[in-house]
């Protein structure tokens, strides 16, 4: 059975404080992705990954860093957290093959509150 | 600009009826389509998908269609059951190369019993 799994479901973080968020898959999928989902704004990219220790930015990776050491463990890291990063965050992975599409598999959320 | 819309923020069903979730595009270069479900608190589950080659794809309950000459996808669920409520995502690949799926803003169905 297919699993994607993120560190905490629920964090609480003040202003200005460095926050881990920690993804793991482990179905061996070469892509990871980090989102973010806000009422009114749906799912939104901020960044992914390919393959360990390569990364893209997505549609929006201001304040964002990420990090992709091994190939099960994405981590996002938010570098000085403020009140607008307050969100739920999705992780999800897919396979890559080339000319192929995959779905993509969602871990069930961390919900980011920033005071 | 949003490359994916679902212009109904949310929808009412009866139990029973057809529930029709609309999805239009604006980037010809999109060739495979997904539908997610999320309930609250959780992460989006995988529902059905169509390949641009396609213009119908049926999973149950479950069918999409897809017009390419009007840019637009639809969802049917037939019968609507009251689990079924949940907010709906449609999501699309550009096939490219490209890894990153756009998503709508998505569309709150609500399945009355």
């Known amino acids: 059975d297919v699993k994607v799994t993120q560190s905490s479901r629920y964090l609480v973080k003040r202003t200005g404080e460095k926050v881990f968020l920690e993804c793991v898959q482990d179905?061996?999928?070469?892509?990871m992705f980090w989102y973010r989902q806000d009422p009114g704004l749906g799912l939104r990219l901020i960044y992914f990954s390919y393959d360990v220790k390569m990364k893209e930015k997505g549609d929006i990776p201001e304040g964002y860093s990420v990090s992709r050491e091994k190939k099960e463990r994405f981590s996002l890291i938010l570098e000085s957290a403020s009140t607008n990063q307050t969100s739920m965050y999705l992780c999800?992975?897919?396979?890559?093959?080339?000319?192929?599409?995959?779905?993509?598999?969602f871990g069930p959320g961390t919900r980011l509150t920033v005071t | 600009d949003q490359q994916v819309k679902q212009n109904s923020p949310s929808l009412s069903v009866q139990e029973g009826r057809i529930s029709i979730l609309n999805c239009d595009y604006t980037n010809s270069m999109f060739d495979y389509f997904l539908w997610y479900k999320k309930y609250p608190a959780e992460g989006p589950t995988f529902l059905i998908s169509i390949s641009s080659i396609k213009d119908k794809n049926e999973d149950g309950r479950f069918t999409v269609f897809l017009n390419k000459s009007a840019k637009h996808l639809s969802l049917h669920i037939v019968p609507s059951q009251p689990g079924d409520s949940a907010v709906y995502f449609c999501?699309?690949?550009?096939?490219?190369?490209?890894?990153?799926?756009?998503f709508g803003k998505g569309t709150k169905l609500s399945v009355i019993p």
């Open positions: 999501a699309a690949y550009d096939g490219a190369g490209s890894y990153q799926l756009t």
């Open positions: 999800a992975s897919s396979l890559m093959v080339t000319g192929w599409v995959y779905e993509q598999y």
């Open positions: 179905m061996d999928h070469e892509n």
